[in-house]
């Protein structure tokens, strides 16, 4: 399991360091000037083009694009990200609390989406056919397609503005958390519970479900079997889950204006912050590759034979 775990993570090295690659590339393929951005940023009444070479030196802009990539690269994996083009404070004492704040959404909400999707999946799959199978597929089908900018208002001047229940913005309180966990949690649940019930239907027809029902073992303990043996298909799916929602708080942080990374990009994107939006994109693409390591480990801890798949 160990030489599993080391070349999982050596696979890994190498996509880390292609992404980086390309995100440095996508912004300096920008048609703006990042020294013209800084001196515009800091409203500078006339800006001439020895300013201009004058920043680009500062920042070290001036020295070939590989040098500036590596230094780049180097700086990132000591969390340094460099400096604010807008603000002028270090990148990562802005992107930093922001990435906790989003971070505790995803997370709560991670975990609301799993317990649903697991919870509906096993209903679902051992009602196969029945009403509640399709009712809780056809509710769920129309929730999902739902727009969350527009479930998101729909709880707001519900639970907000007609019973005065919740807050609309902000994350002052546990009560904070509540409507943007359901809005993210009703827009997922939909798309992974289906998955959960797929995957038990596909074992229930399997042998050894047959022999332990005419073993005679009580049926909470086939379901659980099943179950388990389910998993280790939704595990992956579930472990994508919580990156992808990381990064498509984007809508729902901005509707809650919540303070977090989803907020702060929008803001860096129109107010063309390179630094940060650099910093925002690695952020995304390691929690990405992580998560789909961890994914991976688990399922190999799980079923012994993937370990040889690599």
Request: hydrophobic residues 50%.
């Amino acid at each position: 399991m160990g030489s599993y775990i080391i070349r999982r993570i050596f696979i890994s090295i190498p996509v880390l360091l292609i992404i980086s690659f390309l995100t440095f590339v996508l912004i300096n393929l920008s048609p703006l000037d990042p020294a013209e951005v800084v001196l515009q940023a800091q409203e500078v009444p006339l800006i001439t083009d020895e300013l201009i070479a004058q920043t680009k030196e500062e920042l070290g802009l001036d020295k070939p694009f590989i040098i500036r990539y590596f230094d780049w690269l180097i700086a990132c994996l000591q969390l340094n990200f460099g400096d604010s083009y807008v603000k002028g404070e270090p990148v990562w004492s802005l992107v930093g609390p922001a990435f906790l704040n989003t971070l505790k959404l995803t997370l709560v909400s991670s975990v609301a989406i799993i317990i649903l999707s697991i919870l509906l999946g096993v209903i679902c799959a051992m009602r196969e056919g029945k009403m509640i199978d399709k009712s809780v597929r056809g509710v769920s089908f129309f929730l999902t397609a739902m727009p969350s900018y527009l479930l998101a208002s729909i709880m707001i001047w519900y639970f907000s503005v007609e019973l005065d229940l919740l807050p609309t913005s902000g994350m002052d309180s546990y009560k904070s958390y509540v409507l943007p966990v359901i809005v993210i949690t009703i827009s997922y649940v939909g798309i992974y519970f289906r998955n959960v019930r797929t995957s038990m239907l596909s074992n229930l027809n399997e042998d050894y479900v047959l022999y332990e029902r005419a073993s005679g073992l009580p049926e909470w303990k086939i379901t659980m079997h099943i179950l388990r043996n389910s998993l280790q298909v939704a595990i992956s799916i579930f472990g994508m889950a919580i990156p992808i929602i990381l990064g498509s708080t984007v809508v729902i942080e901005n509707v809650f204006a919540w303070p977090g990374l989803g907020t702060l990009s929008v803001k860096a994107i129109l107010s063309r912050d390179f630094p940060i939006i650099q910093a925002y994109v690695l952020i995304l693409a390691a929690a990405f590759v992580l998560f789909n390591t961890i994914s991976d480990i688990i399922n190999a801890t799980m079923n012994p034979k993937i370990r040889n798949d690599i």
